[in-house]
């Protein structure tokens, strides 16, 4: 759970290097994924709530995805995606594997792994 901080490390090295060209880190635009840290820490952090797509299946439905990691028993109100994630490796041929975590995976108190999703809505 340390990809923003080795993105970095990384980054910085191939600065190093030297060479013409920028080097540069590119974080999704839709998906929240909180294997980093800043992302993390936003989703942990009730006054940014209004960043994420919440669950809302239809009336007496029950999400797609299942809103509690099985594992940790974590849930969240946000709508996040367990497949192809490192919480949930082993996805078929050719993108297994999808990076697995020794044990679980531990994305923070109350964070289920997975990938969540900006809601570009927020006016903030």
Avoid at 74 to 96: I, K, M, N, R, W
Wanted: net charge negative; proline share 14%; charged share 15%.
């Amino acid at each position: 759970m340390s990809c923003e901080e080795d993105l970095v490390t990384q980054a910085t090295m191939v600065a190093t290097r030297g060479g013409p060209g920028r080097v540069f880190t590119y974080f999704n635009l839709v998906k929240a994924l909180p294997w980093y840290a800043s992302v993390r820490a936003l989703i942990a952090d009730p006054s940014y709530s209004g960043f994420f797509l919440r669950f809302h299946p239809p009336a007496g439905a029950l999400p797609f995805m299942p809103p509690c990691d099985p594992v940790t028993g974590d849930c969240s109100l946000f709508y996040h995606d367990q497949e192809q994630t490192p919480a949930v490796p082993g996805s078929p041929p050719p993108f297994s594997p999808d990076g697995a975590c020794v044990g679980y995976c531990d994305c923070g108190p109350g964070v289920p792994c997975g990938e969540y999703l900006w809601d570009h809505r927020n006016a903030s």
